[in-house]
């Protein structure tokens, strides 16, 4: 099955750019990368996902490496609103079911 | 447009007794998932539903039962609680059978102890 890694633990100060990164090296064919996020302990919340284009929606931008192996959350202006555990979902391909959430970064910002 | 509900918000079972966590969505999704989370844990996944009148086994699903009403409601149901299964569950859909995406609702969750 496809993994992922992402550090465990991220600080940004309000206001900046959270950068938040994912490997996922096991990713193949037609599989997208998702990101979700889990705010104190609330239901995991969609942000973004992609296959192989960069990606941008009114939360977040997603860049995707060109070989696929990695990408990278972007919050271009993070507010307190935004710490939260962000989570990088292995890839799945186009109709599976199942999503796996790791223990994902959890994302601290400071004021 | 509630989303996904769950219901209880709490619950405290001691250990043996049974209960039946309950869900609901009101999007028109066909696709409806349990997930229990432990302390300091990622979500994983016990049951899922593909579409009304089928359910699926996922990473942990020993102890827990499943049944998809209607399309509407997902219900999880633990016979002989144990200490084991203290968590919080969380209940979500997604649009599923022909989406291109993944993106799954999820519910604010029940969180369970048992004695």
């Known amino acids: 099955d496809a993994k992922t890694t992402q550090p465990p633990s991220m600080d940004c100060a309000e206001g900046r750019a959270a950068n938040l990164p994912c490997n996922h090296s096991?990713?193949?064919?037609?599989?997208?990368v998702y990101w979700y996020r889990q705010i104190h302990s609330q239901g995991p919340q969609y942000i973004i996902h992609g296959l192989k284009n960069n990606e941008t929606n009114e939360m977040a931008s997603l860049i995707i490496t060109e070989d696929r192996k990695s990408s990278t959350l972007i919050l271009p202006h993070a507010t307190l609103r935004d710490t939260a555990v962000y989570y990088c979902i292995p890839p799945t391909n186009f109709g599976n079911e199942k999503l796996t959430f790791g223990t994902g970064t959890r994302l601290t910002i400071i004021p | 447009n509630a989303g996904v509900t769950q219901t209880p918000k709490f619950q405290v079972l001691k250990t043996g007794q049974s209960m039946t966590l309950q869900c609901a969505q009101d999007m028109n999704h066909n696709s409806m998932y349990w997930y229990r989370q432990d302390p300091g844990m990622g979500l994983r996944l016990i049951y899922y539903s593909a579409s009304e009148g089928t359910t699926d086994k996922g990473e942990v699903p020993n102890g827990y039962n499943v049944s998809r009403l209607n399309k509407r409601e997902f219900s999880l149901r633990l016979e002989s609680a144990a200490p084991s299964q203290t968590s919080v569950y969380f209940c979500?859909?997604?649009?599923?059978?022909?989406?291109?995406?993944?993106?799954?609702?999820f519910g604010p969750g029940t969180r369970l102890t048992v004695l």
């Open positions: 979500a859909s997604r649009q599923g059978q022909g989406a291109p995406y993944n993106e799954q609702f």
């Open positions: 096991t990713i193949s064919g037609n599989e997208y």
